[in-house]
């Protein structure tokens, strides 16, 4: 069973809460925008699920975060991957994003190999239009979030 681990970043801006989400690079990913977004995250095997959420998240933004890290509940994808998550109050400037490169063949079957960015943006977004861009499985991260802060 594959496993992830990644970071749901918040920021309270007035009464709002804005959570930043990550575009996957890539061809496949170029023209998908409803239910592409994700947290910043990857996949991890004999490591602790929080160490490969903080690496991965430097990883894909250029940015390490520091603080008080709030495991969420874990989602299980579409594709049977789990979804290991963990929430932190902080900032980042999307414009100083910088994610690191993966290699595939591209086009398909050419032969050829090229270089794309694993993420290629993040936005900050409400609740509500987080939970419209967001991988489907990944909403019950965006609810837990919001009951735990409105509990808090």
Not at 106 to 118: A, D, I, M, Y
Request: hydrophobic letters at 40%; proline letters at 5%; aromatic letters at 8%.
């Amino acid at each position: 069973m594959k496993r992830s681990a990644g970071i749901l970043l918040y920021r309270r801006t007035g009464d709002e809460i804005m959570v930043l989400l990550a575009h996957p690079g890539g061809p496949f990913w170029a023209r998908k925008d409803e239910g592409a977004w994700t947290i910043p995250k990857g996949e991890f095997e004999n490591e602790d699920a929080l160490a490969a959420a903080r690496r991965e998240f430097a990883e894909e933004t250029g940015s390490v975060l520091e603080g008080e890290f709030v495991a969420l509940t874990p989602c299980v994808q579409k594709n049977g991957k789990i979804v290991h998550a963990f929430a932190l109050e902080g900032d980042l400037d999307v414009n100083t994003i910088k994610s690191n490169l993966f290699e595939m063949e591209w086009p398909p079957h050419s032969g050829k190999r090229s270089e794309f960015p694993e993420i290629d943006r993040a936005e900050w977004f409400t609740l509500a239009a987080a939970r419209e861009k967001i991988n489907p499985a990944q909403r019950a991260l965006l609810a837990e979030l919001e009951q735990r802060l409105k509990a808090g």
